[in-house]
């Protein structure tokens, strides 16, 4: 089945949950004997009483105490309508952007920085252009985007050499630029190319399209968003709506 094959490729990302239930390790490994290739440090307590989580990376899913019910989706509060498993995976996706190296990035900065997003993008791709060309619309808007080069062909493709190249220019902003708007950018090589890395990045965190839009705090905010669409997104993200 195709969720016992998410199960076992299950665990590339920390769940932030530790429980203090005396109990729990029981009750884990219990169930961690009824799930095909799910270790046990996949299985948490989640926010309801009798259901435990079981940490699929990008999503998860939820086991019934007694392991005999198990459900893929999200848990949501219906009272104050809080979707903790959005939450929880947003808290993942922070910890493994932190760990990116801030070299990998080619930043557009802000007028009047409110808010930062980091965009996977691929020079080729027609959302990725559209997005770009409306780039000092963020940038009236206080949105900083941080780009992470993500070429989603392989290495030997154009558009790879044109990542690489772009990356390795002295202005890579300006560069970035004229690629996406289908100028020639001079192909060059370096050892300091971070591309392979970005490719490797979106691939953990499970992103294998582009372009990706995620929040400082790890939401995913989709593909192609119009600025003033973006903002009324992280406002909402930052009033904790």
């Known amino acids: 089945m195709k969720l016992y094959k998410s199960l076992a490729l299950a665990g590339l990302l920390s769940f932030a949950l530790l429980s203090t239930n005396p109990g729990f390790a029981d009750k884990r490994a219990e169930l961690a004997e009824k799930l095909p290739s799910v270790s046990v440090d996949q299985i948490n ?25 198990l459900f893929v989706g999200e848990l949501i509060n219906m009272e104050n309508g809080q979707n903790h498993s959005r939450i929880e995976i947003g808290k993942k996706r922070v910890d493994a952007i932190n760990n990116i190296p ?9 007028k009047d920085k409110k808010h930062t997003i980091i965009v996977f993008t691929d020079i080729d791709c027609t959302w990725c252009r559209r997005f770009h060309a409306e780039i ?3 940038s009236e808007l206080g949105i900083e ?4 080069l993500r070429p989603r062909s392989g290495p030997q493709s ?20 004229r690629a996406k708007q289908g100028m020639d950018v001079s192909i060059k090589n370096c050892k300091s ?6 490719v490797d990045y979106a691939e953990t965190l499970g992103f294998m399209g582009t372009p990706v ?29």
């Open 213 to 241: 839009i995620l929040s400082e705090g790890g939401q995913h905010l989709g593909g192609y968003v119009k600025a003033a669409d973006l903002v009324k997104q992280l406002e909402a993200e930052k009033a904790g709506s």
């Open 158 to 177: 154009k558009s790879w050499q044109k990542a690489d190249s772009v990356f390795c220019s002295k202005n890579q902003q300006k560069n970035l630029t």
């Open 136 to 138: 000092n619309d963020y």
């Open 102 to 110: 801030e070299e990998n990035f080619i930043i557009f900065p802000a």
């Open 193 to 198: 190319s971070k591309v392979k890395d970005n």
């Open 145 to 148: 985007v941080k780009y992470l």
């Open 45 to 69: 307590e989640s926010w309801v009483k009798g259901i435990y989580a079981v940490d699929l990376g990008e999503r998860y899913a939820y086991v019934t105490e007694d392991g005999k019910h």
